[in-house]
């Protein structure tokens, strides 16, 4: 019996602890590095809102905080994901901890001189933002590698864990050195850790992986990634389900300082309440999830996520005290984790190795261009119905998008296999071929029993989008004019280096995919492969 559309395929009685990734010593080790990056980021958040209400009383300001804090992650999301899938993962990892740790110096520097302006914070908070765009897509791309295939939900799980320890933790410590000693030890404690967090990843010894090509160049790498993306139906559904519950649920942590500040005796400790609660109803229901999945398809678990994150912010927004406002938060914390958990083990599924830290940059890249784009436009509506009534504008908003995207049929749908399968053998040419030379155009020739033209053409569509994937920089297929049943598919790669890289990047879903296309061929021997490079005519 198949189960229904999107349902997890894990009985029960083969769930996985969701501490099994921890007894694996190297997922430990960073998982306990990403824990202390995120106390850190957590930390600065709330330094960093709460210090801009004591700069100025406007909620665009202080909304502006979380859109300055994300908003690099949009801007240089993308190239820190090819930076991560060309250069050691390990060094790039430690970088972004170095980074973090520099701006927040910083940040303590320009306090102790009692330099501090409300544009200065945001462009500081811009800097720390910098460094979370660096970071998360290296960690998403690490992941997959650490745990095999059946773990990797239960890992990102702990990933949400972390986020929501740190969501409790980070808080918490920030509001005690806030209301003791000053907002600038908050800043010089995220230094201390940042460093720290630096130094354990030396630790790590990653094993560097040997290939003969050139390791390929940044604008190329950028481009692949982007294509990769934009031709995956999976990753599509992904970042358009991701956007519309960022806009949702973003207006909730954007305008949080401001419903803490009109409670009772409301302050700094008020805030660290209501975050702290969003993080514990998120942490107890990482425990739950495993079993979730089996229980409920993939599609309730995010439409029903949505709905209920929708009516926990509205409730948060007219809650007359703190009391009130906390289950309203462990709900929101408990359907974030659940809805941005399903779609993130979604996107990894969905994403080979060589291209993943790219494509989950992008996926972050779209979360965090909705949080920004969120934070920036519910701030703005704040300041002119009140927060309670922008939670309800979120909320229908997003509830309106969310019957939008259900018509669009937009439901993520399961993953390929992405295992590597080294079954085809690399061309070796008839002369001197360098690397660098290029570009490179490849032909197929195939005759086909012309009564299955339109299957022919429904599994070319599917060709043309793998190649493109690949790297292809064009593709077509061409009918002759002469012969009904005979056809030319050509695509071209940007070097021989690149066209090398099919060979290394070819998966178990690629070769099914060329069997299926390959079995439209009716002649005796296979299709026949022509490769061209391109003849330079400088004198």
């Known amino acids: 019996m198949q189960p229904p559309s999107g349902q997890e395929t894990i009985s029960p009685e083969v769930v996985p602890s969701a501490w099994d990734p921890l007894r694996r010593p190297v997922f430990r080790l960073l998982w306990g590095t990403w824990l202390t990056a995120n106390i850190c980021m957590w930390m600065h958040e709330v330094a960093a809102a709460w210090l801009m209400t004591t700069l100025t009383t406007s909620p665009v300001m202080v909304a502006l905080v979380q859109s300055a804090s994300v908003l690099p992650v949009v801007l240089f999301g993308l190239p820190s994901g090819a930076l991560a899938d060309i250069l050691n993962r390990r060094r790039w990892f430690m970088f972004t901890q170095f980074w973090v740790a520099a701006n927040a110096l910083i940040l303590c520097a320009v306090l102790a001189a009692d330099a501090m302006t409300a544009p200065l914070l945001l462009a500081l908070t811009f800097g720390n933002g910098i460094g979370l765009a660096m970071r998360w897509p290296v960690y998403a791309a690490i992941v997959p590698e650490l745990v095999p295939r059946v773990e990797l939900p239960t890992a990102v799980a702990l990933n949400g864990i972390a986020m929501n320890t740190s969501r409790i933790v980070g808080p918490v410590v920030a509001g005690v050195l806030i209301a003791s000693l000053g907002t600038v030890y908050v800043f010089l404690l995220n230094a201390a850790l940042s460093l720290a967090a630096g130094f354990v990843i030396m630790r790590w010894r990653l094993e560097p992986k040997a290939s003969v ?96 994150q929708a009516l926990a912010m509205v409730a948060v927004g007219f809650s007359p005290n703190v009391w009130s406002a906390v289950p309203a938060m462990l709900l929101a914390g408990a359907t974030w984790l659940a809805v941005v958990n399903t779609l993130t083990v979604a996107s990894m599924l969905s994403l080979p190795d060589w291209v993943r830290a790219r494509g989950m940059s992008i996926y972050m890249m779209t979360m965090m261009g909705a949080t920004s784009v969120s934070a920036a436009v ?159 005519l400088r004198e």
């Open 213 to 308: 090509l050139p390791g390929e160049r940044f604008i190329g790498a950028m481009r692949v990634g982007f294509q990769y993306v934009a031709q995956s139906p999976l990753m599509r559904a992904v970042l358009l389900r991701i956007a519309i519950f960022f806009l949702q649920s973003t207006a909730l942590l954007a305008l949080l300082p401001l419903v803490a500040k009109r409670m009772p005796d409301g302050g700094a400790w008020v805030y660290t309440v209501l975050l702290a609660s969003m993080g514990l109803g998120a942490i107890a229901t990482a425990f739950w999830l495993p079993r979730l999945r089996v229980m409920i398809t993939r599609d309730r678990l995010l439409r029903d996520g949505a709905l209920l």
């Open 378 to 536: 519910w701030g703005q509506v704040a300041s002119w119905i009140d927060v309670p009534w922008t939670f309800v504008a979120a909320a229908a908003a997003g509830i309106a998008l969310l019957l939008m995207a259900g018509r669009l049929h937009t439901t993520p749908a399961e993953g390929q296999d992405l295992t590597p399968a080294r079954i085809l053998k690399e061309p070796v040419p008839a002369f001197p071929v360098e690397h660098q030379m290029g570009p490179v155009m490849v032909t197929v020739d195939y005759r086909i029993d012309p009564a299955r033209a339109a299957e022919f053409s429904g599994v070319m569509r599917e060709s043309r989008a793998n190649r493109l994937q690949m790297g292809a920089l064009s593709w077509g297929l061409f009918h002759d004019t002469s012969e009904s049943g005979h056809y030319i598919e050509y695509f071209l790669d940007e070097s021989w280096a690149d066209h090398l890289r099919r060979f290394d990047r070819f998966t178990a879903a690629d070769a099914d995919l060329r069997e299926r296309r390959y079995a439209f061929h009716v002649g005796a021997e296979a299709p026949k492969v022509t490769r061209y490079i391109a003849e330079s």
